[in-house]
């Protein structure tokens, strides 16, 4: 049974309601959130620059190269665990986290031990950004109004890299990020679209009850105060 065998729709803790509806969901590339989160290849040049420290020490001490390559034999074999424990991370962080783009909201599931879901609605968000890498993949990160945030240690690596005291969550290591790119940026417009629409909508029954009530008892400051003479 999988951790996530609970959710009603994968990648969501409850069924969308009635209206909203699933623009698109992915998740990180593994490989890229092993390069770019957990930097793996940084990892392994470090490894291989102590590796070749260590040989060209040894050689000019006067010890055999097969001598040499046997006492670094113990280094590449600590580079190779830290590599492979990584990269396991990294696949397990990609296996557990899920990005859900609806009409209405960005949804982030991640986490491997315990499970978390952050709902981003977009009336929150105030602006979007995008960093393209060269080989297609890529992170957008949301910058949100003032006054909401998030916790830059449990979402981590779904947040912009170090923006600690103003965590902005992010889509990292997206695959065809230009496509969902464009996805979440319809989305955003339409939703703010909407938005408009409701509060011009509120707006003109705000006006048409306040020109009911001045026809029916004077101005509306008046009609408040009516009650307040009485007493």
């Known amino acids: 049974m999988s951790e996530f065998d609970f959710e009603p729709v994968p990648g969501l803790p409850e069924h ?9 969901q992915g998740a990180p590339h593994w490989g890229a959130l092993a390069v770019r989160a957990f930097h793996v290849r940084k990892i392994a040049f470090y490894f ?17 190269l097969a001598e040499a390559l046997l006492s670094a034999l113990w280094l590449g074999t600590l580079a190779a665990l830290a590599i492979a ?3 396991l991370l990294a696949w397990l962080y990609s296996r557990s ?11 982030i599931r ?6 978390m879901a952050v709902n981003i609605p ?3 968000v105030e602006s979007a950004g995008l960093r393209r890498y060269p080989d297609g993949v890529g992170d957008i990160p949301l910058v949100l109004t003032s006054g909401q945030r998030v ?17 902005q969550p992010m889509l990292r290591c997206i695959p065809d990020v230009d496509a969902v790119a464009g996805i979440l940026s319809e989305a955003l417009r339409t ?11 509120s707006d003109a029954l705000g006006s048409k009850n306040q020109r009911g009530a001045t026809r029916d008892g004077g101005s509306v400051g008046n009609a408040e105060a009516a009650p307040m003479a009485s007493r």
């Open 151 to 167: 916790n830059y240690l449990i979402m981590w690596p779904n947040v912009r890299p170090w923006r600690f005291l103003d965590a």
């Open 16 to 24: 969308l309601p009635e209206g909203e509806m699933l623009r698109w």
């Open 97 to 107: 986290t899920v990005y859900s783009i609806t009409d209405r909201r960005l949804v």
């Open 85 to 87: 424990i990584l990269a």
């Open 110 to 115: 991640f986490g491997i031990a315990l499970p």
């Open 48 to 64: 291989g620059l102590l590796i070749l420290l260590r040989l060209g020490l040894l050689i000019t001490g006067g010890v055999t």
């Open 122 to 124: 977009f009336k929150v």
């Open 191 to 201: 939703a703010a679209t909407s938005e408009d629409a409701s509060e011009e909508q």
